[in-house]
């Protein structure tokens, strides 16, 4: 046979599926694109020079590796769907004489065209758009744009030759499954393969049950984990059985529930009930694969966007609960505070909204009836770590405008990140009385990040908070005075202040006069500078590094999945409009009317395609309480403002899903028509 041929028929059988493989094509090429673009933001030189280099480029890289396994799976599994849809169209070649290993030759052709356009125009369409990529990034991090050509000819090949060689990857096991399609198949299997599902599904209720249980352990984890170390491990158990039991319970639950109405005699045998839930048993049957997918990448969507919006449009709360004041002095003792204060005065800079104040601060664990400081640390207790500051009242009053008062034995208290419900608290040789737990803390940004609690305890007085000191000092083993001060175990004194107009380049300068005096001191055996300095100003770029980094991919990748659920929302309603197609003519046949089958038909797609953007909904609400305790761990402590991204993006994701599932019905309707 002429080898022309098999040519000729490949490129006939692509032009002829135009419908199915344009989308797929389309979005071959588009995944593609970003992953070469992601690959060349991770390695380019432009961003290395940046500000925050390492933090920027370690996010993205790991958005390399979730674009590559993301266009494994789903390139492998949108090219299984066209196989199924193909396999009549085999069948048929196969009884008009084309033997398998004729076909095979001809989808290895398919499959190679279509990996040599997809890598082509993906890889021009790629370096079209880093430039633009590298602009956004740029403008996301503050920094001022890269001039010049993003990469030079050798890391261009380079990042060239990777995105080829990953592609030429996939494409070849998209191959070898088509081929392994047609090979284990008889002729007559192929020809009827399009309607193999029209059986009757079976309810599996064990597998339905197992899929309630897992979705439920996951809804339970995410809603009942208040630690935040916790948080950060049992959410990836939590997203591993959502995603199961999703899948579980579109495919099973579903047909069970079907079931379950369909022996209700009185309900199911009602017209309206008969056909709706008919109808509805075998478009589960077919599409709850489909369906569970669009809902997973859906969810993504929405944590991720949610997520990394807030992040970025909170950052400037986080710069502060991190930083409360424009220089921040911690952990330090009075000389050196009187250093600084002559330091910023002699740079002519005014000092405002000035706070000072003693504490100490030590850790421990959390125990029912309080806190407990101890050098037996084993692993069962890392969930129950506590970070503790203790003040004394006149500070606490002083630096929050506050007017308490307290007995002997009485404390205020405030517990972030955990809960203590308790009246009285239990702190190493005694056992006070909580007051009252307070809204506002004395501001301590070196506590902020970090990922245990944090409780701020306010005693009556500096003799308490002196007693507190020397029993913890004696409680972990280092009672001399030096010992005490190399560990921390001391009185400290912490110095904020912020700048007129909260000015960075003022704030900047003040930052170096403090520096310089510090160089100096360091230098003088007379004097010992204790402590750190911060200035907000300063840190500023190290936020806007991470923060921007991760909302960039998280757009990015949200991007993607979007795509990716668009494009089976499309072969979703190709797949409907085929089956439909006789069913509409079988309805009508028996006796119903043209508009009531057309009206059935029409409301169950609608539940049909929305069932996962419902679905998605609901698991973004019970990912909430967990999703804004791994918030905690980025200084973002406003639930309300977490809400709202997340209301937000629903809002937003719901709208596009609406429009998508609009114009993608106009081809389900072609079909069904015609």
Request: with cysteine; glycine share 6%; charged share 20%.
């Amino acid at each position: 046979m002429n080898k022309r041929f098999y040519a000729r028929l490949a490129r006939q059988n692509l032009q002829k599926n135009i419908r199915s493989y344009g989308p797929y094509m389309l979005a071959c090429v588009l995944t593609v694109c970003m992953f070469f673009i992601i690959l060349m933001l991770s390695v380019s030189p432009s961003l290395q020079s940046m500000t925050g280099a390492t933090t920027i480029q370690l996010v993205i890289r790991y958005g390399v590796i979730v674009v590559g396994l993301f266009a494994v799976i789903f390139i492998f599994y949108t090219n299984s769907f066209l196989i199924k849809r193909r396999k009549r169209e085999f069948g048929l070649f196969n009884v008009l004489g084309l033997e398998k290993k004729h076909l095979a030759r001809v989808i290895g052709l398919e499959t190679f065209y279509m990996a040599l356009v997809s890598l082509g125009l993906g890889l021009v369409l790629g370096a079209a758009l880093t430039k633009l990529m590298l602009l956004v990034v740029a403008k996301l991090l503050g920094m001022p744009a890269p001039m010049g050509f993003f990469a030079g000819p050798r890391l261009l090949l380079t990042v060239i030759g990777v995105t080829a060689a990953l592609f030429a990857a996939i494409f070849l096991l998209v191959f070898l499954y088509s081929v392994r399609q047609v090979y284990v198949a008889r002729p007559v299997e192929l020809l009827q393969a399009e309607h193999a599902g029209e059986r009757e599904p079976k309810a599996k209720w064990l597998l339905a049950l197992v899929g309630a249980a897992c979705l439920g352990a996951g809804y339970y984890i995410a809603i009942t984990t208040t630690d935040v170390l916790q948080a950060i491990f049992l959410f990836f158990v939590a997203v591993v059985l959502v995603i199961i039991g999703t899948y579980l319970l579109f495919t099973a639950g579903s047909i069970a529930i079907l079931k379950a109405m369909r022996a209700n005699k009185r309900y199911y045998y009602q017209t309206r009930h008969f056909t709706a839930v008919s109808g509805m048993m075998y478009r589960m049957k077919q599409n709850a694969v489909g369906l569970a997918n669009i809902c997973i990448l859906s969810t993504m969507v929405l944590v991720m966007v949610s997520g990394t919006s807030c992040l970025m449009l909170g950052m400037d709360t986080a710069l502060k609960e991190r930083y409360p004041y424009d220089v921040n002095i911690s952990r330090s003792d009075p000389a050196t505070i009187e250093m600084v204060k002559k330091a910023v005065a002699d740079a002519g800079i005014p000092a405002a909204d000035e706070v000072e104040y003693d504490y100490i601060t030590f850790a421990a664990y959390r125990r029912p009836e309080g806190l407990a400081v101890t050098t037996d640390y084993t692993m069962d207790t890392e969930s129950s770590l506590a970070d503790v500051l203790v003040t004394d009242l006149a500070d606490y009053n002083r630096c929050t405008g506050q007017d308490y008062t307290l007995a002997p034995g009485e404390i205020l208290l405030k517990v972030e990140r955990a809960d203590y419900t308790a009246d009285t608290l239990a702190l190493l040789d005694r056992t006070y009385t909580i007051k009252e737990q307070v809204d506002s803390a004395v501001k301590y940004g070196n506590l902020t990040p970090n990922l245990t609690s944090t409780w701020y305890i306010v005693v009556p007085d500096l003799d308490e908070l002196a007693r507190i000191n020397a029993a913890v000092s004696a409680q972990m083993g280092v009672l001399e005075p030096e010992m005490q001060q190399e560990e921390g175990y001391r009185l400290r004194r912490f110095y904020g202040f912020d700048v007129p107009g909260h000015d960075d380049e003022t704030a900047l300068n003040a930052r170096l006069a403090i520096r310089a005096a510090w160089e100096k001191a360091s230098g003088d055996d007379a004097v010992d500078p204790e402590g750190t300095y911060e200035c907000r100003a300063w840190e500023r770029q190290d936020f806007v590094s991470l923060y921007g980094s991760l909302f960039f991919l998280g757009m990015f990748l949200g991007l993607l999945f979007t795509m990716a659920a668009i494009l089976i929302i499309y072969y979703k309603q190709m797949s409907e409009g085929r089956d439909d197609r006789e069913r509409f003519q079988i309805m009508q046949k028996v006796g119903m009317s043209r508009q009531e089958v057309k009206r059935t038909i029409h409301e169950q797609v609608l539940i049909v395609f929305f069932m996962p953007l419902v679905t998605a909904g609901v698991h973004t609400g019970f990912a909430f309480p967990i999703l804004n305790r791994v918030m905690a761990l980025f200084n973002l402590m406003s639930t309300e403002f977490y809400l709202w991204c997340v209301v937000g993006s629903f809002g937003a994701f719901a709208a596009l899903y609406a429009v998508v599932y609009a114009l993608t019905a106009r081809t389900y309707y072609k079909l069904v028509s015609t």
